[in-house]
């Protein structure tokens, strides 16, 4: 077993390199075994539409059955899905089987217990169990039924949302993942005209690798859109957890942006609500939602770790740069990119400007992508504590994931990855040239404090 396949928020690794049948059999134990302990009795169960996504559900669903839970499959199905089950039903937990984002011949476990999704010590936990095989083992195999879960979806999200009078033209690029069946059936119920890209289920990816964070990505999405003379461009990641925008003159929308209209109109229904974002969102965010009345969190990088502050903190809405974007707002406070794309549809419905003009209205400031750097995993987070303590003595620095280094007119961001051996990096500033100057101050200083461990 590689136990490097038991990550922060889930379990992922290459499909028949570290996920061979007899792990998985083994992982399902380990799963409802970890889940009956916590007084779980029935639980739900989804798979992606990855080729070897059959094989791990006909094995997982074994392991599962084995400790005792009864299992709601609700088949080929995104997450956002899957995490929806476990509210419709009130099930005590739920599993998805999925690769999310990853490359085709990856795939993995994202894991509920309850409404939470389970990260951090609870993964290892499961490692442990699987070690030891320390199963517990029912009398007699608990029961499976299949259910449909698209249409109980569709139901609902159409019930919360309040649309006003304007329809536009829309294209969905779902990347040949999960997300493409039901955004399209829901935004053209809603009333919008949809041209599809994509959207055919194929685990291969064969057009382009379902990550919208990644430009060259949403390379046929910018030149359907001219093609079409649609309004917004919708892509969604492998899993349907995490969605991108394109706007008509091709401008990606990124996360943080995103959140900054949805911030707007929810203050307007809602004053003073709160919201969650993480560090390597833009300063905007953070002063355009205090601007409007709001109240803004900055927290730490992950979707199991934004829904939990969520929960604690009473917000209403939360995102990250990568795309998770989590309504609680007439909403359960799940990542789900279908959602997310029928709320931005209903937030301009309700007002004559575009998605174009809407992002007119951004501030502008200059920022990098996310840059990541090499570092091992026994090292990264010793780098980080050090760099916290270095860049304080100058500097005030946010330390609430890694350090966030603030200057008058930008911040220089350095943390540790929960997902790799990799030192993540993030620059903002009001100009190039005072971009350029604090990503050179950061990184000589990052460079120093990995000499002094060498």
Known sequence: MNPRIFREYDI?????????????????????????????QRITLGRDCRVTSPRLHERLLVGLRSTGLHVIDVGIVSTPLLYFSVFHFDADGGVQITGSHNPPEDNGFKILRGKSTLHGAEIQTLRTRVESRDF??????GTYEQVDIQAPYLAHAVSALKLGERRFPVVVDAGNGTGGITCVPLLRQLGFPVTEL??????????????????????????????????VGI??????????????????????????????????????????????????????IARAGGRAIMWKV????????????????????????????????FDDAIYAAARLCELLSRSPKTLADHVDTLPKLYNTPEIRIDCPDELKFEVVKRAVERFRCEHEV?????????????????RASNTGPVLVLR?????????????SYVEQGLAAVRAELR
């Not at 903002?428 to 005072?434: I, L, Q, Y």
């Open 398 to 414: 946010i330390d609430v994931d890694g350090a966030r280094v603030k200057f008058s007119d930008g911040w220089g961001l350095v």
């Open 198 to 231: 994509y959207c055919e289920l194929d685990g291969r990816f064969p057009n382009h690798h379902p990550d919208p964070t990644v430009e060259e990505n949403v390379a046929d999405l910018r030149a359907k859109l001219v093609e079409t003379g649609a309004e």
């Open 136 to 141: 517990h083992r029912a009398s007699s195999p």
């Open 427 to 439: 620059f903002e500033a009001a100009t190039e040239t005072r971009l350029a100057e604090i990503r």
């Open 235 to 288: 892509a969604l990641d492998g899993d349907a957890d995490r969605i991108g925008v394109v706007d008509a003159r091709g401008r990606i929308v990124w996360g943080d942006q995103l959140m900054i209209l949805f911030a707007r109109a929810i203050l307007a229904e809602q004053p003073g609500a709160t919201f969650v974002s993480e560090v390597k969102c833009s300063q905007a965010l953070y002063d355009e």
């Open 12 to 40: 992922r690794g290459v499909a028949e390199r570290d996920l061979d049948s007899s792990f998985v059999h083994d992982l399902g134990c380990a799963i409802g075994t970890h889940l009956v302990q916590h007084g779980a």
């Open 302 to 333: 992950g979707h199991s770790l934004i829904k939990e502050k969520m929960k604690q903190e009473h917000a209403v809405l939360a995102g990250e740069m990568s795309g998770h974007i989590f309504f609680a707002h007439r909403y359960f406070g």
